[in-house]
Antibody, heavy 120, light 108 residues
């Protein structure tokens, strides 16, 4: 059974750093892209970026380029989303999801989400 | 960047048919995926590649895509279908994914 299990909720102050995780199981972790999706409170889904754990090829949406870092450790089947200096506007739910096969693939499996709250 | 436009809300009576549109420039040339998100839950894929259904998704859910509009159709709507629905495509010009604005489906 394919599963993506994300790390727990975080409460941080502006300016702090943060790294959240997404552990995949039940499939070949290095053979599928993993993506991150942001959902701000009461808002819609936003495509942030994706990573191919096999070779760490990474692509960012222009809105998120330079704002976050996506990485992966294939030895432990885990993808990460990282901030170096959080802002209050980073408060949101963050989902990881697996990209299926194909050039225009869908997100076929999703993590449960990690709630990040940034407040002074 | 590529923009996908959905109606903010759709209301439908139980047993009737709900149609949710997703508008985009020449979207018919792209593959469209649809996700259902219930309150407090992660999104779930309900239609992929325009009209395919993942295992476990009822046949009541169907999709079509042509011209500038893709449509998710929910037949014989049930109370449990009440959720937010998002379309998604791959924007080949930027080589990135894009989500639609989302539609809240209310079952009357």
């Amino acid at each position: 059974e394919v599963q993506l299990v994300q790390s727990g909720a975080e409460v941080k102050k502006p300016g702090e750093s943060l790294k959240i995780s997404c552990k995949g199981s039940g499939y070949s972790f290095t053979s599928y892209w993993i993506g991150w999706v942001r959902q701000m409170p009461g808002k819609g889904l936003e495509w942030m970026g994706i990573i191919y754990p096999g070779d760490s090829d990474t692509r960012y949406s222009p809105s998120f380029q330079g704002q976050v870092t996506i990485s992966a450790d294939k030895s432990i089947s885990t993808a990460y989303l990282q901030w170096s200096s959080l802002k209050a506007s980073d408060t949101a739910m963050y989902y990881c999801a697996r990209l299926g096969y194909g050039d225009e693939a869908e997100f076929d499996y999703w993590g449960q989400g990690t709630l990040v709250t940034v407040s002074s | 960047s590529y923009v996908l436009t959905q109606p903010p809300s759709v209301s439908v009576a139980p047993g009737k048919t709900a149609r949710i549109t997703c508008g985009g420039n020449n979207i018919g040339s792209k593959s469209v995926h649809w996700y259902q998100q219930k309150p407090g839950q992660a999104p779930v894929l309900v239609i992929y590649y325009d009209s395919d259904r993942p295992s476990g998704i009822p046949e009541r859910f169907s999709g079509s895509n042509s011209g500038n509009t893709a449509t998710l159709t929910i037949s014989r709507v049930e109370a449990g279908d009440e959720a937010d629905y998002y379309c998604q495509v791959w924007d080949s010009s930027s080589d990135r994914g894009v989500f639609g604005t989302g539609t809240k489906v209310t079952v009357l």
